[in-house]
């Protein structure tokens, strides 16, 4: 069954520094890969997604992910964290769950905390 | 364009107490989703549809029933509410095209339910 390891659960960064947050997932087929952030009390969006090509994908807010298929690895990063980036965030793997529908199979998160 | 909308924003039930949870999407979404966050557990599918008048079960759905009378809505009841159904309920929904980016979820902004 496919599963989503996120092994960080807490990350404390200052503002200004890098940031990289694991995600490693098992499935055994190409995965289509999410990286979702939640804010406090708020839903999920939508950072960015990897279907196929091109191994770094770039998304909204200034983040960027890379696939890494012999690692099974899609890690997010940013290079200069901001105070409004503190919130959890989640990795999630879209697999086909039974007939047409595909499910995300989620991570248990990364709660990121930004000190200024 | 609201997107994907949940209501109530919160609720607190007494224990056997039964609910309906709410969602709505105007995006003429096929598929639609509920999951469920608890801490430290990520998000888990507890019923899904691929259509209006379908309905399937997750991978927690015991306890839950769903109704997709009209393909704008999808409904997630409890009939007889315990406490460990407290959580925050998450509804999803994506196009019913396979592949790619059509394999994006899209979330409303949730439901916190307290089961005293």
């Known amino acids: 069954a496919q599963s989503v390891t996120q092994p960080d659960i807490h990350i404390t960064v200052s503002e200004g520094a890098s940031l990289e947050l694991r995600c490693n997932y098992s499935y055994g087929a190409t995965p289509y890969l999410f990286w979702y952030v939640q804010s406090p009390g708020q839903g999920l969006q939508l950072l960015l997604k990897?279907?196929?090509?091109?191994?770094l994908v770039q998304g909204i807010k200034g983040f960027e992910a890379e696939f890494k298929r012999s690692q099974s690895s899609f890690n997010l990063r940013k290079p200069s964290v901001h105070w409004s980036d503190a919130a959890e965030y989640f990795c999630a793997v879209g697999v086909r769950y039974t007939g047409t529908a595909s499910k995300l199979t989620f991570g248990t998160g990364t709660r990121l905390q930004v000190t200024l | 364009n609201a997107g994907v909308t949940q209501t109530p924003k919160f609720r607190v039930l007494k224990t056997g107490q039964s609910m309906t949870l709410l969602c709505a999407q105007d995006m003429n979404h096929e598929y639609m989703y509920w999951y469920r966050q608890d801490p430290g557990m990520g998000l888990r599918l507890i019923h899904y549809?691929?259509?209006?008048?379908?309905?399937a079960k997750g991978e927690v759905p015991d306890g839950y029933n769903v109704s997709r009378l009209k393909k704008q809505n999808f409904l997630l009841g409890l009939e007889s509410a315990a406490p460990s159904q407290t959580s925050v309920y998450f509804c999803?929904?994506?196009?019913?095209?396979?592949?790619?980016?059509?394999?994006?979820?899209?979330f409303g902004p949730g439901t916190r339910l307290l089961v005293l």
């Open positions: 999803a929904s994506r196009t019913g095209l396979a592949g790619g980016s059509r394999e994006t979820q899209y």
């Open positions: 990897y279907f196929s090509g091109d191994t």
């Open positions: 549809s691929v259509g209006e008048g379908t309905t």
